[in-house]
Every structure is written in C-alpha cells, then in structure tokens.
C-alpha cells in the first residue's frame, strides 16, 4: 500500500534477479511497488525532506554550503566567525581550517566556532583519530562545547556517507533534538525503520512541532504500510507547514487508497489552492468526477492536462469514452499505442474498442498474463467481448494505480477469468490475502488449466514467509509447464532464496541446456556452487559468463567474489573496481572481502575505507565486533 501511497505521491538475495521474477518480502500487507501512489507519495515526501534528509549522491559533501549555513547556529558565534567558517571549509581549504581553528581554540578557548572549524577541517583530512581525541577532550573537559561540536562531526560523516563515523559520534553520547533526528535518518536509511520511529517519536515528545520529524514518521509510516500513521501525521504536517503541497498530497492519498472520495477531494481541493496546475491532484479529482457521475467536469479537468506527454491522462480519457462509447476512441487509443505499444493497459484498452480477431494478438498480456503463453489459454478468451475486454482494462487501471480498495468496490463484473484475476491480485495488494486466496481457489475450480492460481498462491506464501509452500506451489506448477523457462527461472531463484542451493543448482542447468549463451544463468550456476562452497565449478561457470558479457557489471562483480573464494586476490580487486566501473553496487560480502585482500597486502589505508563501508551498511555479520575491533586499531595508527 505504501508503494500506491508513493506512486500516488510522486506521480502522483544475493541471487540475480536480472532474467527472472522472484517476489520481493514485504513488510506490511498493503503493497503499493509499482504503482502510481507509490510514485505520488514519493515524489511528496523528497521534496519535503529535500532540506532536512541525508543525500548520499550529494557531490558537494563537506562544503555544501546549504548544509553548513543550516547546522551552523549564528546564535552561537561572535561577528564573522561564521563566514570564517565558510569560506575556508566552502573552498576546500581544510589545511589552512586546522590551522586557522588551532589559532582560534587557543586564543578563545570559550568559543564554539574555533572547535567547530577544527572538527570541520579534520573531517575534511580523514583525521579521524585527532578528532575522536578532540571530543573525547571535550567531553571532558567542556561538556558545554562537546554536544554542538559533536553534532557538527556527526553531521559532517553522515554527509560523507560515513554512516558508522556518524553513529558512533552520536552515540558518545549527543542527546540533543537534532542528534536524534540525525540518528533516526541515518537508522531509516541502512533499514532499520522500527528503531528510526522509536527516536524520532521521541524527539516528538521533546519536541511536538518538530516539522522535519513529522515528516519522517510519515514517510516511515508509509514504508511500513500504516496508513492509520500515516495520516495522522500527515494531518499534524499540514497543520505545521500550511503552505507546503506535501501534507495535503499524502492525506489525498491515503484518502484515495482507502476509496473515501469525500476526504480525497477536500485534500485535493487544499493542493490545487497551493498549485492550480498540480499534475497529480488535477488527475485524481477527473476520476473522482468521472465516478461520481460527472463526466463533464471529468473531462474538463483532463483536457487541462493534454499538453502534459503522459499517458495516465490519456488513459482515464480512454476509459471514459470506451464506456461512453464516444466517437472520440479511436484517436485516444491510437495515441496510447503510438506512445507505448507494449503497454499491456494500452492492448487491453485496444481490445476494448476494436476486439479480438485471432489469438496471436493476445499474446501482447503475456507480461500481465502469464497463462496467455499457451495457445490453448489464448483461444479460452477469443469469446470474450469489448464489454468484457473494458472490464477488465478498468479494473488493471485501479490496481496499476495501487487503488486497491476501489478496484474491489468498482461496478466492475468478475464473470471471466482474467476479471476475477484482477480482483484477487487486488485483494492480496490491498491486505486482504486470506479473500484474495478464496477467490485464486474459486477460479482454479472453474478453469483448472490456468496456472495463475497455483503461482499467486505461492507467492502469497512467500509474502507471508512460507518458503516451504511457496516452493510446493511452484514445483507443481512448473512440473505443468515443464518447457516454460520462465518458470523454471521463478522455482530456481525461490529455492535459492530458501536455501535450497542443490535444487537452485539442478534447476539452473536445466535452463543452460536450453539458453548455453545466457550469461545471467551462468551467472546463477556460479552462485550455486559458490553457496554450496564448491569455488572451483563455481570459477569456471562465472568464467564462461564474463567471457560472454565481460561489459555487465553484475557479472563482473559475481567474477570477483568467486576469484577471491579461490585465492585469486589481486585479479579479486581488478575486477571488483572494474564491477564499481560499470556501476555495480557492492554487497556486504563484497567490501569484507576487499578488506580482507587489502589486510593481506598491507594496505592498512584501503583496509580501513572498506571495514568502514561494510559497517556503514548497518546489517549484522557474523565477524562484526571484530571488524569493529580491527577498525578502531587502524584508526589509533592514525598520526595526530
């Protein structure tokens, strides 16, 4: 549901998910992934936090000049003494800073901008061990400058991306506002939600009009798909910040996801007094209108979105003239087709007008309809009429709009079974899996050759955290299918996930003897073998993939990893940073085992960068204490 709320907002594992589906884990019943309230719900809450949150692609870093006129209070400095600050460390100048701050600190030892300036400018060298000392200095010495000083060090890791830096300045401890809002985003942004809206709760409590909290618990609110939160503190954000589009946006949202048109419409009407010409507020009220019964002003409001190159106006002006069966159809659809011909809504809304003349054209819902891979499926549904076919086009629209709620209250008939296939995948997204569940049993009894049912039950089990289910419901299902390779891909990466590495393994094989070229399922072998501590088989595998696809970086990267389980250290770093080249993302595994390369080689330098990253992610390992351990000994080896 989060995922509808921030679709609606902003539109409004270590196998490779790259060939094949496998369901993502989710953290609450409502699933809003991939939907348009996702998208709305998103794009309002980063501009909110766009001042307040952390950005780890800010390439300005230190001297963001934004960032350090917000966490440099002037209450706290004699005349000057800021811009001092700005200049110096806004230029990069962290050498002459250290200097300048040395100077400053012992003339006015009572000052807090010379010790700000000294934590900046060591910040700014990586002098990590001179700084720990300079606090814990302060700390003792100077309780009254060591929390602001701190704050700013804390700070200044965090817009460094050194997130553990960060959390262990916190920690020493600030127990400021500010340092517990900091520590809450950094929390949320390594996943950790539950511990981020423990502290920003509190912050609350000390705090009740705190704006940049409030509009973090919304967000983690919508993360973890409570929408009771949600509005509330989206409501308590309105009335804190009236003039900012985002409060009213999230309650619009919510509004719509619940189906309380009533409620949507009074928070719509509040953005459109903000923004008259808000996108997403001008296309929610047209279908409110339109299901209210008021076609005219529906149409009114979408004519106002014509000159926007999008096509969800279009598409609700699609369905409006569909079901009004208005002359103005073929050109709308015409337009659908012509901006993407391979979106499944666009076929269905084509189907609609023009119908169905042979089966071949149905395999276009392949990607919506995985049954429609089968000849004899295709032929099921060539009796269907454009009635039918409009049907079932509304009910993918409110559902692709993560309108859950609506979708299963709509004047929308269930009587074919790909209705009925809308209407359960929208009972399972919007929460209700037990409903969703009777509904996939009623349509197995009534077409027993479609193999959805048997598919979205399992992946309802996978959600709810059955992998024993969830992989019985796959087995059957591909031991139906035996020549489909997109189930074979499905069962694979599910057993893999399940630690079934010896099943993942003989199903991966299975799909090399029908695709020997694919690099991705080479890929996967490797993975396999690597899980089940055979490196060697897992080298030559990963080899014959990087030999096919050296240029894809995912690849690159499972190369390295299985290089460094067979002691190929120096061609494990080449490829690594060849893998970072190509814009791979590094796993946990992968920076412990750059550390573990680099402590090898003596590189104490790169050693410590990656022991840092690794620990920056904030997931636990089994050999954490001692990384953290062996950190804190490279950092002591620092000169002061």
């Known amino acids: 549901m989060m995922s509808q709320l921030i679709s609606h907002i902003y539109r409004h594992c270590a196998a490779l998910i790259l060939a094949f589906w496998l369901p993502v884990s989710l953290a609450a019943p409502i699933n809003l ?59 990069n100048d962290f050498i002459d800073a250290e200097l300048a701050a040395k100077n400053w600190i012992a003339e006015r030892p009572e000052d807090p901008a010379g010790h700000h300036l000294y934590a900046l400018a060591l910040l700014g060298q990586h002098k990590d061990l ?141 953005v459109l007094e903000l923004h008259p010409e808000n996108y997403v507020a001008m296309l929610d009220l047209a279908l409110i209108e339109w299901r209210q019964g008021n076609v005219k002003q529906s149409k009114l409001l979408i004519s106002r979105l014509d000159e926007i190159n999008s096509r969800e106006p279009q598409q609700l002006k699609a369905l409006i003239s569909l079901t009004e069966q208005s002359a103005d159809s073929d050109k709308i659809i015409t337009r659908l087709m012509r901006l993407d011909p391979a979106d499944p809504l666009h076929q269905l809304l084509s189907f609609a007008y023009k119908g169905v003349e042979n089966e071949q054209q149905l395999k276009s819902l392949i990607p919506l309809y995985f049954d429609m891979s089968e000849a004899r499926v295709r032929t099921q549904f060539l009796a269907l009429t454009k009635s039918d076919w409009l049907n079932i086009a509304y009910g993918y629209y409110l559902f692709r709009q993560g309108y859950f709620q609506m979708a299963t209250e709509a004047p929308i008939k269930h009587d074919n079974s790909l209705a009925q296939i809308n209407l359960s995948r929208s009972l399972w997204k919007g929460g209700n899996a037990e409903e969703a569940l009777r509904q996939y049993k009623k349509l197995k009894e009534s077409n027993p050759t479609l193999l959805i049912p048997e598919l979205e039950v399992a992946d309802i089990a996978f959600h709810q955290g059955d992998l024993e289910k969830a992989l019985a419901g796959y087995r059957v299902a591909s031991a139906k299918a035996p ?158």
């Open 33 to 91: 992934s991939d939907t348009a309230s996702q998208r709305k719900l998103d794009s309002a809450l980063s501009d909110a936090l766009k001042s307040n949150s952390l950005s780890s692609s800010d390439s300005y870093g230190l001297s963001d000049l934004d960032w350090l006129n917000q966490t440099l209070m002037d209450g706290l400095y004699v005349q000057g003494a800021k811009q001092q600050i700005l200049g110096l460390i806004g230029n």
């Open 130 to 270: 001179a700084l720990t000392k300079h606090l814990t200095e302060l700390q003792r010495l100077a309780p009254q400058l060591f929390s602001s000083t701190a704050f700013i060090a804390a700070t200044g890791y965090a817009k460094q991306n050194r997130l553990f830096k960060a959390l262990e300045v916190i920690d020493m401890p600030v127990n400021s506002s500010e340092a517990k809002l900091l520590k809450a985003q950094i929390l949320f942004k390594q996943g950790h939600n539950e511990a981020a809206s423990q502290l920003l709760k509190q912050v609350m409590t000390l705090d009740p009009n705190n704006l940049a909290a409030t509009v973090f618990l919304t967000k983690i609110s919508l993360s973890q798909s409570n929408l009771y939160d949600a509005e509330k503190y989206a409501e308590h954000w309105q009335r804190l910040d009236p003039e900012h589009p985002g409060g009213p946006l999230i309650l619009s949202a919510v509004a719509m996801i619940n189906n309380d048109l009533v409620s949507a419409k009074r928070s719509i009407a509040r």
């Open 483 to 640: 020549e489909s390779l997109d189930l074979k891909g499905r069962l694979a990466n599910l057993a893999f996930s399940a630690g079934s590495y010896e099943e993942a393994l003989k199903t991966y094989q299975e799909m090399e003897d029908k695709l020997p070229g694919n690099p991705i399922v080479k890929a996967q072998i490797a993975l396999s073998y690597l899980a089940l501590n055979q490196n060697q088989s897992a080298l030559t595998s990963i080899t014959k993939a990087h030999q096919i696809a050296p240029q894809f970086g995912e690849v690159t990267k499972i190369y390295a990893r299985t290089q460094f389980h067979n002691q190929q250290l120096d061609k494990a770093i080449e490829n690594y940073l060849a893998s970072q080249a190509q814009h791979a993302s590094l796993e946990l595994e992968d920076l412990l085992s750059l550390a573990k390369i680099y402590e090898r080689k003596n590189n104490e330098k790169e050693e410590q960068r990656y022991l840092e990253l690794a620990l920056d992610q904030g997931q636990p390992f089994d050999e954490e204490l001692e990384a953290k351990k062996r950190l804190a000994f490279l950092i002591s080896k620092q000169p002061l």
